[in-house]
């Protein structure tokens, strides 16, 4: 919207307030048919009192303001818009008709030459395009602007796909140049507008190859200095030359490598791969160790000194020779990264690779720069790295052991099939369950049955066949019967006794971890059923005591024995509960 900014008066202010608020009777009383005030200026962009009305879309307004006999509707601002302009840019089609219709005349800016079709496409209003297409001369559509845009250009970087459409059916003109030598193909994949330029791809002349702008660049060069990845897609599956260099002796795999986009680079090195496969094998392997007539550096130093390491990187990993020796001084990226005091550069150098030894043509080589007392901190930078080699060697060693371990536990075992008649190999779901099965060797050194091969004799697993699955099944089955329970705990009375005639003394609740076969054979000593609440009440007591009363010496010598074993028990109990 248009910012009237601190310039207004009170009036204007009220007025502006009143047309926002579709407030007729006030606007009349502020006089806004009043010939004075119809044709005044706000600020200093010389806004009408229409104009504003139509920037707010308030058709009412526009309609009561145009009736007036004292109206110019014709009356343009500072820049030469008139209220069409505004409609046009604005997108509002009903007030747009409004005005054509009542005699607005569709008029090109004497300024800037822009005409509302202009406006339109750039701010993909397609009904009013639309309407303009269907009223408006032809010949207008491929009028061009002070700067040499046209409609198609703008709606080609608007990426409005409909509008280019219709604008090709109305013979828009694809092959008009701007005087910056630009087309609406190289704005298309400028914006990275895939849709566009597919159908401009479409027009006959149209060239994919076309060295655009001052530097001389392809669209696929425009596309991959601003990393677009579906217009590279587009541009390299309709045959665009990935090897045409611009002015400054750029291919688009260094705009991409430029861009810092490692999508975009990833693309493009994938491309140049295939071109390899096919053809230009000689270009391929000196594409990469191409030294650039502009700064004299290949592409691999260029990244490296800019710091864009991980492009670099990428780089790195297509096997390229990482020690290249620059024509004219013999340095490598090295060499160039210790001359330049680039402390990031240097250490992704000796990451990757780069000889230390190799001198350059003043006989200069990493080793005889670390003697020189200005650059002592080499050696901190190569200790660095070292530890960072191992550092990572070790997580890669544990990661990959992770994973052999994790394919350990899975055996496979052959199964029958009876439809195909043939073994299948099965995962054995019982084996990956039992996983106490450890590897066992004979006298002779040959595996037993059941065994399992360790990760470190190059197998992911071990193959058995029916028989030994069969033994381990029974294994299993006999290892289940056989074991028992977990004792549970319990609570059980400590009784101690006179020594003279055998009566109970005291009595209390002792907690321990006793077997089910203990508890059986103890079973007419001890009242075991008896719950912790019920222990303290007078009948179980009185019938604990009856049955001692009456009770032999020996069955007193029997009890006795019974409570130190219980003791016994409960301190152990006791003692491994505190471990």
Same mark, same amino acid.
Do not use: W
């Given at each position: 919207?248009?910012?009237?900014?601190?310039?207004?008066?009170?009036?204007?202010?009220? /007025?502006?307030?009143?047309?926002?608020?579709?407030?007729?009777?006030?606007?009349?009383?502020?006089?806004?048919?009043?010939? &004075?005030?119809? +044709?005044?200026?706000?600020?200093?962009?010389? =806004?009408?009192?229409?104009?504003?009305?139509?920037?707010?879309?308030? !058709?009412?307004?526009?309609?009561?303001? #145009?009736?007036?006999?004292?109206?110019?509707?014709?009356?343009?601002?500072? *820049?030469?818009?008139?209220?069409?302009?505004?409609?046009?840019?604005?997108?509002?089609?009903?007030?747009?008709?409004?005005?054509?219709?009542?005699?607005? @005349?569709?008029?090109?800016?004497?300024?800037?030459?822009?005409?509302?079709?202009?406006?339109?496409?750039?701010? $993909?209003?397609?009904?009013?395009?639309? *309407?303009?297409?269907? +009223? #408006?001369?032809?010949?207008?559509?491929?009028?061009?602007?002070?700067?040499?845009?046209?409609?198609?250009? *703008?709606?080609?970087?608007?990426?409005?796909?409909? =509008?280019?459409?219709?604008?090709?059916?109305? %013979?828009?003109?694809?092959?008009?140049?701007?005087?910056?030598?630009?087309?609406?193909?190289?704005?298309?994949?400028?914006?990275?507008? $895939?849709?566009? =330029?597919?159908?401009?791809?479409?027009?006959?002349?149209?060239?994919?190859?076309?060295?655009?702008?001052?530097?001389?660049?392809?669209?696929?060069?425009?596309?991959?200095?601003?990393?677009?990845?579906?217009?590279?897609?587009?541009?390299?599956?309709?045959?665009?030359?990935?090897?045409?260099?611009?002015?400054?002796?750029?291919?688009?795999?260094?705009?991409?490598?430029?861009?810092?986009?490692?999508?975009?680079?990833?693309?493009?090195?994938?491309?140049?791969?295939?071109?390899?496969?096919?053809?230009?094998?000689?270009?391929?392997?000196?594409?990469?160790? *191409?030294?650039?007539?502009?700064?004299?550096?290949?592409?691999?130093?260029?990244?490296?000194?800019?710091?864009?390491?991980?492009?670099?990187?990428?780089?790195?990993?297509?096997?390229?020779?990482?020690?290249?020796?620059?024509?004219?001084?013999?340095?490598?990226?090295?060499?160039?990264?210790?001359?330049?005091? +680039?402390?990031?550069?240097?250490?992704?150098?000796?990451?990757?690779?780069?000889?230390?030894? !190799?001198?350059?043509?003043?006989?200069?080589?990493?080793?005889?720069?670390?003697? =020189?007392?200005?650059?002592?901190?080499?050696?901190?930078?190569?200790?660095?790295?070292?530890?960072?080699?191992?550092?990572?060697?070790?997580?890669?060693?544990?990661?990959?052991?992770?994973?052999?371990?994790?394919?350990?536990?899975?055996?496979?075992?052959?199964?029958? &099939?009876?439809?195909?008649?043939?073994?299948?190999?099965?995962?054995?779901?019982?084996?990956?369950?039992?996983?106490?099965?450890?590897?066992?060797?004979?006298?002779?050194?040959?595996?037993?049955?059941?065994?399992?091969?360790?990760?470190?004799?190059?197998?992911?697993?071990?193959? @058995?066949?029916?028989?030994?699955?069969?033994?381990?099944? %029974?294994?299993?089955?006999?290892?289940? &019967?056989?074991? #028992?329970?977990?004792?549970?705990?319990?609570?059980?009375?400590?009784?101690?006794?006179?020594?003279?005639?055998?009566?109970?003394?005291?009595?209390? @609740?002792?907690?321990?971890?006793?077997?089910?076969?203990?508890?059986?054979?103890?079973?007419?000593?001890?009242?075991?059923?008896?719950?912790?609440?019920?222990?303290?009440?007078?009948? +179980?007591?009185?019938?604990?005591?009856?049955? #001692?009363?009456?009770?032999?010496?020996?069955?007193?010598?029997? /009890?006795?024995?019974?409570?130190?074993?219980?003791?016994?028990?409960?301190?152990?109990?006791?003692?491994?509960?505190?471990?």
């Amino acid at each position: 919207m248009i910012d009237f900014g601190k310039e207004l008066t009170s009036k204007q202010k009220e /007025i502006i307030k009143a047309i926002e608020t579709s407030d007729y009777s006030y606007l009349m009383d502020l006089g806004i048919l009043e010939p &004075n005030v119809l +044709n005044y200026n706000f600020t200093v962009d010389e =806004i009408s009192p229409l104009i504003c009305a139509v920037t707010k879309g308030n !058709l009412g307004i526009v309609q009561m303001i #145009v009736a007036s006999s004292t109206l110019n509707i014709n009356y343009k601002d500072a *820049y030469g818009f008139n209220a069409l302009h505004y409609a046009a840019q604005y997108g509002h089609l009903s007030i747009f008709k409004f005005l054509y219709r009542y005699g607005c @005349r569709y008029l090109c800016s004497k300024i800037s030459k822009i005409m509302p079709l202009h406006l339109a496409c750039k701010n $993909a209003h397609e009904d009013v395009v639309d *309407y303009i297409l269907e +009223n #408006v001369e032809p010949c207008l559509i491929n009028r061009q602007r002070d700067n040499g845009l046209t409609c198609l250009m *703008y709606a080609c970087m608007a990426g409005h796909k409909e =509008i280019v459409k219709k604008l090709l059916e109305n %013979e828009a003109d694809p092959l008009l140049k701007t005087p910056k030598n630009t087309t609406a193909l190289y704005l298309s994949a400028k914006k990275g507008n $895939a849709e566009c =330029i597919y159908h401009l791809l479409k027009c006959e002349g149209i060239d994919i190859n076309e060295k655009c702008d001052n530097s001389e660049s392809t669209p696929l060069m425009a596309a991959c200095l601003n990393a677009k990845i579906d217009a590279i897609k587009l541009l390299t599956f309709k045959g665009s030359d990935i090897l045409i260099r611009n002015r400054n002796d750029e291919t688009a795999l260094d705009c991409a490598a430029l861009s810092d986009n490692t999508r975009a680079f990833l693309r493009m090195i994938e491309k140049t791969i295939k071109l390899n496969q096919n053809e230009n094998e000689d270009e391929f392997n000196s594409i990469f160790n *191409y030294e650039n007539k502009v700064c004299g550096l290949t592409l691999l130093t260029r990244l490296i000194l800019d710091g864009r390491l991980k492009v670099a990187k990428i780089l790195y990993n297509s096997k390229i020779k990482v020690d290249y020796q620059h024509s004219a001084d013999g340095d490598t990226a090295l060499h160039k990264a210790i001359k330049a005091k +680039n402390k990031k550069a240097i250490g992704f150098c000796l990451y990757i690779g780069c000889s230390k030894t !190799l001198k350059n043509n003043n006989g200069e080589s990493f080793e005889t720069f670390k003697e =020189i007392p200005e650059y002592s901190y080499l050696e901190t930078i190569e200790k660095k790295i070292k530890f960072t080699k191992v550092k990572a060697r070790k997580s890669i060693h544990k990661i990959h052991m992770s994973r052999v371990r994790r394919k350990s536990q899975y055996i496979e075992a052959p199964q029958f &099939n009876s439809k195909s008649s043939h073994f299948s190999l099965k995962m054995n779901a019982r084996a990956i369950k039992n996983r106490s099965v450890q590897r066992e060797k004979s006298e002779d050194g040959t595996l037993k049955p059941n065994s399992v091969l360790p990760p470190d004799d190059g197998h992911d697993g071990f193959i @058995r066949n029916l028989s030994t699955i069969k033994d381990e099944d %029974e294994s299993v089955s006999t290892r289940k &019967n056989s074991s #028992v329970k977990k004792p549970r705990k319990t609570a059980l009375p400590h009784v101690t006794f006179d020594t003279k005639d055998g009566t109970p003394i005291s009595s209390s @609740r002792r907690s321990s971890r006793v077997s089910t076969s203990s508890k059986r054979e103890n079973k007419k000593f001890i009242f075991e059923t008896v719950s912790p609440p019920m222990l303290n009440s007078p009948k +179980n007591f009185t019938k604990f005591s009856s049955d #001692v009363e009456g009770a032999t010496e020996e069955y007193k010598k029997k /009890i006795s024995e019974q409570n130190a074993r219980l003791r016994d028990l409960q301190k152990g109990y006791r003692r491994t509960k505190k471990l």
